[in-house]
C-alpha cells in the first residue's frame, strides 16, 4: 500500500479480489471505524484511472442513501488508486450460501424492500445501476442491504441515448439486452431485481442459470413464454432478433406463460405484499 493509504489506514485482511484488484478490510487509524479498501492497479500511465472507476467515484459522490453503499476516501497514487467504501459483512450470494437454502420469507421481503428502495434513490437521481446481481448486494450486522459496485452505472435521461448492450450478467440480463438492445431505461434495472427477488424466493437459485446468450433467452422463453408482437410489441425490430430467431433457438413455440406457483410455492401473501 502507498504510505498515504498505510498512514491513514490499518490492513486487517484481504475480504476480495478480481480484474480491477484487491479489496481489504482495514480499520481507520484514527476513528477505529471498519473500512473497504478497493485497490485499483494503474496499469496504463497513459490511460490514467479506469473509466469504470471514475464512474463509480463521481456516481457514489451524488448518491447518498442508506441503501446505497457509501463512499468515504479516494486516495491516488502514481501506481494505484485506492477507493475507501463502508464496511459490510457479507453480499447476499454468501448470505445464500450460509442459510443453506432455509431463507426466511420475511427476511426475503426485508431484503426486496430495501433493494427496491435503494433502486427508486438511483432510478430517481437519474443513474442506471446496469450489473445487479446477488454479489453486488452487500449486507451490514444490522441486516441493511446496500447496492454496491457501480463501475457499469451510467446516468440516462433526455435525449434518448444508445447505450451498450454488454452489460449485466448474463443470468441477470433481460431479453431486449439479450436480443441486442442499445436503447434502454431503467427496465434494465428492474428485470435484474425481479431475478434476484426469484432467487431469494427459491431458496438461494438462480432462475435462469444460462451459459450463453442463446441458452439464456431459451431458458427465459421457457418459462415466460414465447414473444410474439402482439405480446410484445416491436420485438422482431431489436437488432439481434433475426440473428437470434426464434426458429434458430429451436424453442417450441408457445404462448402461455408458466404460472408462477408451479415454480416458486414457498410464494405467499406475506411475500408479495
Not at 426466511?104 to 437521481?125: A, E, Y
Request: glycine letters at 6%.
Amino acid at each position: 500500500m502507498t504510505n498515504q493509504v498505510v498512514l491513514k489506514y490499518e490492513k486487517l485482511e484481504k475480504i476480495g479480489e478480481g480484474t480491477y484488484g484487491k479489496v481489504y478490510k482495514a480499520r481507520n487509524r484514527e476513528t477505529h471505524e471498519i473500512v473497504a479498501l478497493k485497490r485499483v492497479r494503474l496499469e496504463n500511465d497513459d490511460e490514467g484511472i479506469p473509466s469504470s472507476a471514475f464512474r463509480e467515484i463521481c456516481l457514489l459522490k451524488e448518491l447518498k442513501h442508506k441503501n446505497i453503499v457509501r463512499l468515504f476516501d479516494v486516495l491516488l497514487s502514481e501506481s494505484r488508486l485506492t477507493i475507501v467504501f463502508e464496511y459490510c459483512d457479507q453480499d447476499l450470494k454468501k448470505y445464500f450460501d450460509s442459510c443453506n437454502g432455509d431463507i426466511d420469507q420475511n427476511t426475503v421481503k426485508l431484503f426486496m424492500f430495501q433493494l427496491l428502495r435503494g433502486l427508486q434513490f438511483c432510478h430517481s437521481h437519474n443513474v442506471l445501476h446496469r450489473d445487479l446481481k446477488p454479489q453486488n448486494l452487500l449486507i451490514n450486522d444490522n441486516g441493511e442491504l446496500k447496492l454496491a459496485d457501480f463501475g457499469l452505472a451510467r446516468a440516462y435521461g433526455i435525449p434518448v441515448r444508445q447505450y451498450s448492450a454488454e452489460v449485466v450478467t448474463l443470468w441477470y440480463r433481460p431479453p431486449d439486452v439479450l436480443l441486442g438492445a442499445k436503447l434502454y431505461t431503467t427496465s434494465i434495472d428492474m428485470w435484474s431485481a425481479g431475478c434476484i427477488f426469484a432467487e431469494m424466493s427459491n431458496a438461494g437459485r438462480p432462475l435462469f442459470p444460462g451459459y450463453d446468450v442463446d441458452d439464456q433467452l431459451q431458458r427465459i422463453f421457457k418459462l415466460l413464454g414465447t414473444p410474439t408482437e402482439s405480446t410484445w410489441p416491436s420485438v422482431v425490430e431489436l437488432p439481434d432478433y433475426e440473428k437470434k430467431s426464434m426458429h434458430n433457438l429451436q424453442l417450441p413455440w408457445q404462448q402461455k406463460q408458466t404460472p408462477c406457483n408451479n415454480f416458486f410455492p414457498i410464494l405467499n401473501v406475506i411475500t408479495v405484499h
